[in-house]
């Protein structure tokens, strides 16, 4: 029976948290619909709920943390975990704050702490500020981010702009003092209700997790959920069938869709086009959306059936500036989403059953056109936590990852293994 319930902002996230945890030992469910939390539950240590709410309306967040909160109660899940970016991926009216004041509510916890950090892969939080490896965040590559590019990498003074709570900071040093010293501070800092959790390094992360091992709520990222649901799950034994590297076989054509524009995509998308047909739609062209993506499957129909193909709204930073110019920020990722959810229903129609999809936002989009909800999913390995498998679809298999993440060949490798996933 589960005895955590993670709610997660995007699908990528969700995906990451899910396979961490699999890694970790311990059975994880992944679900896209609060009404499957119940049954996943009773054949899983931990329950995730991915749900498209990074750049939701604040209402819309707060009632999708108060659904999620009832799924989780009902299904005898009594401590919940927030799940955002380990970049904190957010804008100044973000949901970050709101739904960890909501959730805090709901579950009448005093405080809650913030851990976003991805310390193996070089995320770090110190004094209250955010690192992507050496840079802070605003200096590094989340400055071109096209929708969320960070404005401070002062985390409290993000939090600030977005929750009407006092926030703190539990630094390294304080941290490195131990569990006593740490209930000792906090019993004089009862006003601050978010608290921001410094972590350098793994130690961080045991420390935060001993101190909060008995909280009902938590809230952070890659590095901190895995280890507090290792904590929390009491097994003498890892349950079978956790962390494969295989899962069931997914027997069609395959494809990869691409709507990250992060650089490291981009590169992928250049990797990917040196042996295998690449069809990149221009956001900023006149027309409407199914047309966008008509275009591509007309494509898409008339290349080899055993050769995987590839169809990006993916740009660089002044293909971007067209589309948004035209569109509008939010109206441009709109479209894009709609376009490629629209090719995928359309992949889907012509036998594709092995998808790869760059983007968080475009991960969602594509489950949603597909209609996915239940997901088996793989342990954490090269493939970034994004191999997964839905069996409600007739056997359909996707590797998904957030754009930054993954190697210049990413794309071939995650096909290779969906490939080798058949053959078995």
């Not at 589960?2 to 992944?30: K, N, V, Y």
Request: contains cysteine; charged residues 20%.
């Amino acid at each position: 029976m589960a005895e955590l319930g993670i709610l997660a902002d995007d699908l990528t996230g969700a995906m990451m948290i899910a396979s961490l945890i699999e890694q970790r030992g311990r059975a994880c469910a992944l679900v896209t619909e609060a009404g499957r939390i119940g049954e996943a539950a009773d054949r899983a240590d931990v329950v995730v709920l991915g749900r498209k709410l990074r750049f939701a309306e604040i209402e819309v967040a707060r009632r999708e943390a108060q659904l999620a909160h009832s799924a989780f109660q009902a299904a005898g899940i009594s401590r919940i975990g927030w799940k955002y970016s380990a970049a904190f991926d957010t804008t100044r009216a973000g949901t970050i704050g709101p739904v960890a004041e909501e959730l805090l509510e709901l579950t009448g916890a005093a405080q809650t702490i913030l851990c976003p950090a991805f310390v193996e892969w070089g995320v770090t939080v110190y004094q209250g500020h955010l690192f992507l490896g050496a840079a802070l965040l605003t200096d590094s590559f989340k400055q071109y981010d096209p929708v969320s590019p960070p404005w401070t990498s002062n985390l409290a003074e993000v939090l600030k702009a977005q929750s009407s709570m006092p926030v703190g900071v539990l630094t390294h040093q304080s941290l490195a003092r131990g569990r006593e010293a740490l209930l000792a501070e906090l019993g004089s800092r009862k006003n601050e209700r978010l608290l921001i959790a410094d972590a350098i390094d793994a130690a961080d992360i045991e420390r935060v997790v001993d101190l909060t091992r008995d909280w009902p709520l938590v809230t952070g990222s890659d590095s901190f959920l895995p280890a507090y649901a290792v904590a929390i799950t009491d097994r003498t034994a890892d349950r079978p069938g956790t962390n494969r590297r295989f899962l069931p076989p997914a027997p069609g054509r395959q494809a990869v869709l691409a709507g990250s524009c992060a650089p490291q995509t981009l590169a992928q998308i250049d990797a990917f086009d040196k042996s295998n047909p690449v069809f990149r739609i221009e956001l900023a062209r006149p027309g409407d959306e199914q047309a966008l993506a008509d275009e591509a499957l007309d494509w898409a129909l008339i290349q080899p059936a055993d050769k995987p193909l590839l169809i990006a709204v993916s740009a660089a930073p002044d293909g971007v500036a067209s589309a948004q110019a035209r569109y509008g920020v939010r109206g441009a990722a709109e479209r894009a989403e709609a376009v490629l959810g629209a090719v995928a229903r359309g992949l889907f129609t012509l036998g594709v059953r092995q998808f790869v999809v760059a983007g968080g936002e475009t991960s969602g989009a594509v489950f949603s056109a597909l209609g996915a909800s239940r997901f088996e999913v793989c342990g954490f390995d090269e493939l970034c936590g994004g191999y997964c498998h839905a069996s409600d679809l007739g056997p359909t298999s996707f590797v998904i990852k957030a754009g930054s993440m993954g190697g210049p060949t990413f794309f071939a490798d995650a096909l290779a293994r969906l490939a080798a996933a058949d053959r078995r």
